[in-house]
């Protein structure tokens, strides 16, 4: 079984949105593993990936993130995700 998920935003893009997000996690002592962010639509909205560890406590924190202002959606990958598979590649 995959100690990690990726949790997959789509935020609207402008100055501060990845800061509340990160905030969240880090006011809760809840470690990102992995993070990355593309502008998508002209711009106009971010999608964002985040690496995080299963604990017991991600459920509570998806509906947390999920109630942010700026995300719009948020999708879980249990099975993990391309954009994170891709990266290892570059940086190992």
């Not at 990160?22 to 985040?50: D, H, Q």
Request: glycine share 6%; proline share 2%; charged share 25%.
């Amino acid at each position: 079984m995959c100690k990690q998920t990726v949790l997959e935003l789509r935020v609207n893009n402008h100055p501060g949105v990845m800061s509340h997000i990160c905030g969240l996690f880090a006011r809760r002592a809840y470690n990102v593993e992995g993070i990355a962010c593309m502008p998508v639509n002209g711009g106009t909205t971010s999608k964002i990936w985040l690496l995080v560890n299963k604990e017991s406590n991600l459920d509570q924190m998806v509906k947390q993130v999920d109630k942010l202002e700026d995300v719009l959606e948020v999708e879980r990958h249990d099975n993990g995700h391309e954009v994170f598979s891709k990266m290892t590649e570059f940086v190992q």
